[in-house]
């Protein structure tokens, strides 16, 4: 996700509002690569209430509750560090000091005259709970936190009782107290460690999963309500390419309103209790509805943009015009262009944002429109498809290159089922969109062909398990939605194994008997494949204990350590197609799946549709889907920190102490945000074999048997786990339990060392930056603005970065601050050592730069893009040595980068070499004015 970037700090409250350290009291648990987005953003440390309960335990032992955090060890080194404090009692005050109106703690009351009097005991009390609290740290400081959730509503009953005892607590030092109370800052706290020149422990893992009692494992939120974590994920894509159209196309700074009318939105749903799943069901509500307003708003700004891009300012008729209609389905064999009159429009353009559910207005409903596919990535994306809802199957593609092939496939009969689905498509139109070149916008006109002469048997499967083929509609009339079916085809359940396959050797195959996958091929390397779908029964409690925890929307507590399988045995069928095979399988009522494999794809796609869980039995049920494989990997696997780096996990085991299992499932889950790697441990040869899971958003996973991922898709739970929600995990919607739709993408390779990281990166870039499709009515005009392959193709104003990025940079970040000023960031989206050519470092031409952006002047930013970076200047702190504080299996796993900072040179003037160059893993910020 990007950032809201912090020049709006700036632009608010001026310099003084700089902000130096974070401060992240409430957040369940802590990804490392946020340590090392905090250190470039030019902070100086952070600050954090929850860690691992036994984690404390044996920091407070050790005395090693603040150390220096390594975001970035293998990769960006020094420049990734950043000091880092546990809090010692969260975000909560000492027991007894809570002075808020709503706490039952007894006010200071100084008058020995009053009854109640309770001075002395009072300051006695808290001296001795200041030196205990001092205990665990190694400074004569220590930062007391007086506050907690929902205080300071009344903030005169904090601030009277602080006061008083400040002055009494300060008064004992004439009687030999060491303990001086003041009002302070987590800033200034961290000024005065600093200033105690102390060498401390560097710490290289992370802090997750995160656990505050033996059976509480905070883990649950993972996954918690998937269906807001999808749109969130979704809504940043579409996010993302506002900023870029904006920053095109608007001179004047028009748009920077409309733009920012979603990114606050989606800033504000990164809250730890947003996209975590674990608001209230109605503050969740109110979540969706801000950024269901901020996309209407950015739709606008797309819209425009792209009528300026495209140069035609949208000649379109009126909206009925040219709809779908019984006289036309029935009397032409090609929908006719009666068009009344033109009229120029800068909203011209519509958009889909249900086609996770098979459902797009504008295809479904238009007999001619215009598709623009625009790539916000700066580089080519090749073999790629577009697939749409219509309601028909016989279409007329033009694409850049002439005529199109299309492909339709009827629409799985769980996905015409789904709950609170309004749509007239019954098929998805499938065609290649080829080369999309980086942020470009193509075009493709698509026409309706009307045939009522189909040929029998043209979208029936070509192999079935079950007797009775669903009905498949021919035509749908969209006025009184009569359907007109195909006669039922009735086939043999099948003997044998089957595969599907595509042109670059890509081979899954199934077993006749249970419809399952069981292995993957490509080329010479194979793998035993099986994958299934499974539910844990949530643990019921009323919270009482420890032993009573019940799992929640924080809280995942399975009843068991073995799942249950939905089912044994699957009903499916096959379509095979010229641009993609599927195969379709029903589980059960509530669980079904999609397999496919596109030609020339690298990867096999699994779309899976979950849900209601049945509660009838009065049991939640947490769903879970496994990949289970042949591979030997010794209790390993890695999972994304943030969608960047790589992280090792070992099951049962934690790199900093020794962990005590009590919960041997929920305590290995861990947060999968992009995607999760098996692979032979053992084998160091060329002929490792690697399997890889991509997701399309946030969820929680693990390895619990060797040689297999698992990944948490769906939960519905019917027991609060008592901290803070306040209700049970139970989404319903439209009457019923929730609905998610979502897509896993596996690769495997095993013709190459290590991890085929030129394969799951480009591809998990593909995913979080997909590409923007938006929709208007064909007109008459078309016929001459899409005669030719040039015009098919719309290039931008800054088309031509693609040319000057290389394929392992990523522009992570283009938009506009002002009428002339623009904000800009270059990410380095490789590890090292993972490729031998996209590990390398990136160099790009300041001149050719200049050449596409037309800049008058470029300077470099911190992260956070509110601080020149010849300015930053941060705190140093000395190491006792890297390795200190790590159990054996990590020090001999990990190697740390203490080097100096991996940039050249903080502004473009002082370079000679008039270069910007990013080391792996690097991101770089600049503003550029024209």
């Not at 190694?138 to 930062?143: C, G, P, W």
């Not at 601030?159 to 003041?182: E, M, P, W």
């Not at 595509?502 to 081979?507: A, K």
């Not at 419809?515 to 949530?538: A, M, P, T, V």
Request: glycine share 6%.
């Amino acid at each position: 996700m990007d950032l809201l970037d912090s020049w709006y700090l700036n632009d608010t409250f001026g310099k003084c509002a700089l902000p130096r350290v974070a401060w992240q009291i409430d957040p369940f648990g802590h990804s490392r690569e946020q340590a090392s987005l905090f250190a470039n953003m030019g902070f100086d440390g952070l600050f954090f209430g929850r860690l691992d309960y036994q984690d404390k335990f044996y920091r407070r032992v050790g005395k090693n509750m603040e150390t220096i955090w390594s975001g970035s060890p293998n990769n960006l080194g020094k420049d990734s560090w950043l000091f880092s404090g546990a809090l010692f009692n969260g975000y909560n005050p000492p027991d007894g000091y809570c002075f808020d109106i709503f706490c039952g703690d007894d006010p200071i009351n100084d008058d020995p005259k009053l009854l109640g009097y309770n001075l002395d005991k009072k300051v006695e009390d808290f001296i001795r709970i200041a030196q205990y609290w001092a205990t665990p740290y190694r400074t004569k400081n220590v930062l007391m936190t007086m506050g907690s959730d929902f205080q300071y509503m009344a903030a005169y009953t904090w601030y009277k009782n602080l006061d008083k005892l400040i002055k009494h607590v300060n008064a004992r030092q004439s009687n030999g107290s060491t303990v001086n109370l003041f009002y302070s800052t987590p800033s200034c706290y961290l000024q005065e460690v600093n200033k105690a020149n102390l060498s401390w422990s560097m710490k290289t893992d992370d802090y997750f999963p995160y656990a505050s009692d033996p059976h509480a494992f905070w883990t649950g939120y993972f996954t918690s309500r998937p269906t807001l974590k999808y749109f969130i994920h979704k809504t940043n894509n579409f996010l993302q390419t506002c900023q870029q159209l904006s920053s095109m196309t608007d001179e004047n700074g028009e748009t920077l309103d409309g733009v920012f009318k979603l990114a606050e939105p989606v800033a504000v749903n990164q809250h730890h209790d947003a996209v975590a799943g674990t608001a209230k069901q109605h503050v969740t509500n109110d979540y969706a509805l801000r950024i269901s307003i901020g996309i209407q708003s950015c739709e606008k700004v797309i819209s425009s943009a792209l009528s300026k891009i495209q140069g035609t300012q949208g000649a379109s008729e009126s909206p009925s015009s040219n709809r779908i209609d019984d006289e036309s389905l029935n009397n032409s064999s090609r929908v006719p262009n009666d068009f009344q009159g033109f009229q120029y429009r800068d909203d011209e353009y519509e958009f889909c944002h249900l086609l996770n559910i098979s459902a797009c207005d504008p295809s479904e409903l238009k007999s001619s429109l215009v598709v623009s596919v625009y790539n916000p990535l700066a580089r080519q994306v090749v073999n790629s498809y577009v697939r749409l809802p219509v309601s028909t199957p016989v279409w007329h593609v033009e694409g850049p290159h002439g005529d199109v092939s299309t492909q339709a496939i009827p629409l799985p009969e769980p996905v015409l089922d789904i709950p609170g689905r309004i749509s007239a498509a019954q098929y998805e139109l499938i065609f290649p969109a080829g080369v999309l070149s980086g942020l470009t916008v193509t075009n493709f006109k698509l026409t309706r062909v009307i045939d009522n002469e189909i040929v029998r048997g043209k979208f029936q499967p070509i192999i079935q398990n079950w007797e009775a083929a669903i009905d498949v509609p021919v035509v749908l009339s969209v006025e009184n939605s009569r359907r007109r079916f195909l006669p039922k085809m009735s086939l043999s359940p099948p003997n044998e194994d089957f595969s599907i396959e595509n042109s670059v050797g890509l081979t899954c195959e199934f077993d006749g008997t249970t419809g399952l996958i069981q292995k993957i091929r490509r080329g010479n390397s194979e793998i035993q494949l099986s994958q299934n779908f499974y539910y844990y029964h949530g643990m019921k409690g009323n919270n009482s204990d420890f032993d009573s925890r019940a799992s929640g929307a924080y809280i995942f507590r399975p009843n068991g350590t073995s799942p249950i399988p939905i089912a044994q045995k699957v009903k499916y069928e096959v379509y095979k197609g010229e641009h993609v095979t599927e195969v379709r399988q029903v589980f059960s009522e509530w669980v079904s799946q999609v397999i496919r494999l596109y030609d020339k794809a690298d990867a096999v796609e699994f779309e899976w549709l979950v849900g209601p869980i049945p509660v009838g039995d009065h049991i939640g049920k947490e769903v879970v889907t496994r990949y289970s494989t042949d591979l030997s990997t010794n209790g390993t696997f890695y999972t994304d920190s943030n969608g960047r780096e790589m992280l090792r996990r070992k099951r049962n085991k934690r790199p900093t102490w020794n962990y005590k299992v009590y919960e041997p499932v929920a305590g290995n889950y861990y947060p999968v945000n992009s995607r999760m790697i098996i692979t032979e441990e053992e084998k160091q040869n060329k002929k490792r074999k690697t399997l890889i899971l991509l997701n399309d958003r946030a969820q929680g996973g693990t390895s619990i048997n060797d040689g297999e991922l698992e990944v948490m898709i769906h939960r519905r739970l019917l027991f609060d786990d008592a901290f803070g929600v306040g209700e049970a995990l139970n989404e319903e919607a439209y009457g019923t339990g929730l609905v998610t739709r979502g897509k896993h993408w596996i690769v495997f390779a095993g013709d190459t060392t290590g991890v085929p990281a030129s394969i799951h990166r480009p591809l998990a870039q593909e995913i979080f930056m997909d590409r923007i499709l938006a929709f208007r009515d064909s007109t008459p005009a078309d016929e001459i603005y899409l005669s030719g392959a040039n015009v098919h193709t719309s290039e931008t104003l800054y088309s031509k970065l693609s040319r000057v990025l290389p394929p392992n940079c990523h522009l992570l970040t283009l938009k506009k601050l002002a009428v002339n000023e623009y904000l800009i960031r270059f990410e380095h989206i490789y590890e090292k050592n993972e490729d031998k050519d996209l590990s390398t470092g990136i160099v790009i031409s300041v001149q050719e730069l200049e050449e596409v952006l037309k800049f008058k002047s470029i300077r470099e930013t911190t992260l956070g893009g509110n601080q020149w970076k010849d300015e930053a200047k941060r705190f140093q702190w000395k190491v006792v040595g890297a390795q200190e504080g790590l159990s054996e299996e990590r020090k001999a796993t990990q190697t740390v980068d203490d080097s100096a900072s991996t940039n050249t040179y903080h502004t473009l003037e002082e370079s000679a070499a008039k270069t910007i160059t990013l080391s792996p893993m690097q991101i770089r910020t600049f503003i550029f004015t024209t």
